[in-house]
């Protein structure tokens, strides 16, 4: 395993997290496809024993049971201070209001069974809420040692910078992590926020690097209870799959091309961008065993350039 400095920070991270979206009550109407207790507590086992130390959940997650399942596998199974744990406030009464984070932070800390986070982070950005009282009050979290920093998710550049640049001029704590929608299916944000997050030392921690499975398989769609379900992918990725397969093409030309699998020439492709530590969304802990391989691939300048070479622009998914 690789690891990295979470951008600013002094939190050390594996170049690979865990997304415990997967986790949770199937119960909650989350999603039909989550794992039980049990189940997450295995995937966490072989993300440990494989070397990640990185977690990445959020308080809607399936209600809640998402936070409790990690806290529960975390405690069984390793000291609290050899894991990073970040979870997410924003989709909750009051979105990102100074009540709401204060409100969201305990009971996020009280399913999690800690009483800290090491990355807090901002699930998108509030319209409704004024940048300095939400500023103000995650900066008071890191002062009251409930949070060690703080991260921001899916937003456009000038949010971002604005939300920065308000945290500067008070002395609050300023973001050192983006979680945003990035793959090579799509790299809007090639555009503003990542030369944004590059020039401030942000890390990039993307969501969806595999376009939820998409680039790393030749079949569109699997037959798997997540594919057929998964509403939330389908309205991301299934309206442009005419001009994006092409692209899932190369990916598998390039796989065979070095013997690795089309997940591990992906998330080469995701390193060789300068992204810090993409989320791995599972079910299955082969999967992780996988992305792992990533590191023993590095592609040359031409790999990159034939990768990306059939991308055309897409309409925004993921800031609102």
């Known amino acids: 395993m690789e690891y990295s400095k979470l951008g600013n ?8 997290c865990v997304g415990c979206m997967s986790f949770g009550d199937a119960e909650s109407n989350f999603h039909a496809w989550t ?46 201070d050899k894991v990073v744990i970040a979870t ?15 409100r969201e932070i305990d009971s996020s800390l009280k399913r999690l069974g800690t009483d800290y986070v090491d990355l807090y982070i901002i699930h998108r950005f509030d319209y409704d809420t004024p940048i300095e009282e939400t500023m103000e009050a995650l900066d008071s979290l890191v002062k009251a040692g409930k ?11 000038y949010q971002f910078y604005n939300m920065q640049l308000a945290a500067e001029r008070n002395g609050w704590t300023k973001f050192v992590s983006m979680q945003n929608h990035y793959n ?27 376009a939820a499975g998409r680039l790393s398989r030749l079949e569109w769609k699997a037959d798997t209870k997540r594919s057929q379900t998964d509403k939330t992918a389908m309205s991301k990725y299934d309206s442009t799959q005419e001009s ?3 692209i899932v093409l190369r990916v598998n030309e390039l796989a065979q091309k070095y013997g690795a ?28 065993d996988d992305a792992v391989g990533a590191f023993n691939v590095k592609l040359a300048g031409e790999d990159i350039a034939y990768l990306e070479e059939l991308y055309v622009p897409h309409k925004i998914v993921g800031a609102l």
């Open 88 to 102: 997410k406030v924003y989709f909750n009464e009051g979105k990102l209001s100074r009540e709401a984070i204060l």
């Open 35 to 80: 794992l039980n207790a049990e189940e997450s507590e295995t995937l966490v086992k072989r993300a440990l024993d494989l070397g990640i130390n990185f977690f990445d959940t959020a308080n809607v997650y399936s209600a809640g049971t998402s936070e409790e399942y990690l806290g529960r596998a975390i405690k069984n199974n390793v000291a609290r």
């Open 9 to 16: 920070s002094d939190i050390q991270v594996s170049r690979l």
């Open 184 to 210: 090579l299916l799509y790299r809007e944000d090639e555009r503003e926020l990542i030369p944004i997050c590059k020039q401030q030392n942000v890390a990039l921690t993307p969501y969806s690097p595999l």
């Open 244 to 246: 994006d397969y092409g």
């Open 147 to 157: 949070v060690r920093a703080l991260g921001a998710s899916a937003m456009y550049g």
């Open 261 to 288: 699998t089309m997940t591990q020439i992906s998330l080469a492709w995701q390193f060789a961008k300068g992204v810090i530590s993409p989320i791995i969304g599972a079910t299955k802990a082969k999967y992780f």
